[in-house]
């Protein structure tokens, strides 16, 4: 069945200190991959995806991310995490029935 | 004003009850999807409409029913809610052609059933 795997649950890291968020997802053939971000309160808002082309895309807010299909990942990145960012981030592939399926969730924390 | 409005933002109701959870949009999206969010399981999806004629079972249906009045309308009900029905829902459209798959949601409503 096609799914997607966030393996980390919770993530705490330091205001300034470099942040990766792990997703791997189960899929035949590439699929579309997105990240969402939620904000306390708040809906899902997309960071960023991709469909094709350039492994590495960038999104809003200073995150990216990178493909790879050798290992069935799709990992978020940014080189230095704000106060802000402590959200919830979910990772999300778009299946071949045209639905969209979410990861778990990765909780992310910023320590002052 | 918001793309994708959910009413009520915040609901709580009993055992049995009937309820109604209210989605319109104003993006001209054919595509419109009700998620449910439990911590630690992300979001589920339970229903989702690719036009007004088309209405979809997701994974988590049971215990819920949905209308789509219009293109820019989207109901779900719960016919007798029950309190593992306790949640956050929330609504989505996406584009139908092209299919990028991008959601843009509404800010949720939390459901409570006591």
């Known amino acids: 069945a096609q799914s997607v795997t966030q393996p980390d649950i919770h993530i705490t890291v330091s205001e300034g200190a470099s942040l990766e968020l792990r997703c791997n997802y189960s899929y035949g053939a590439t699929p579309y991959l997105f990240w969402y971000v939620q904000s306390p309160g708040q809906g899902l808002q997309l960071l960023l995806k991709y469909f094709s082309g350039d492994t590495l895309v960038q999104g809003i807010k200073g995150f990216e991310a990178e493909f790879k299909r050798s290992q069935s990942s799709f990992n978020l990145r940014k080189p230095s995490v704000h106060w802000s960012d402590a959200a919830e981030y979910f990772c999300a592939a778009l299946s071949s029935a045209s639905k969209i399926i979410f990861g778990s969730g990765t909780r992310l924390s910023i320590r002052p | 004003d918001a793309d994708v409005t959910q009413t009520p933002r915040n609901r709580i109701t009993k055992t049995g009850k009937r309820i109604m959870l209210e989605c319109s949009q104003t993006?001209?999206?054919?595509?419109m999807y009700w998620y449910r969010q439990d911590p630690g399981l992300g979001l589920r999806l339970i229903y989702y409409s690719f036009d007004v004629k088309d209405i979809n079972k997701g994974e988590i249906s049971d215990g819920y029913s949905v209308s789509r009045q219009a293109q820019a309308k989207f109901s779900l009900s719960l016919e007798s809610a029950i309190p593992n029905q306790t949640a956050l829902y929330f609504c989505?459209?996406?584009?139908?052609?092209?299919?990028?798959?991008?959601?843009?949601f509404g800010e949720g409503s939390r459901l409570t059933v006591l």
């Open positions: 989505a459209t996406s584009r139908g052609t092209p299919n990028t798959g991008e959601l843009f």
């Open positions: 993006k001209g999206h054919d595509r």
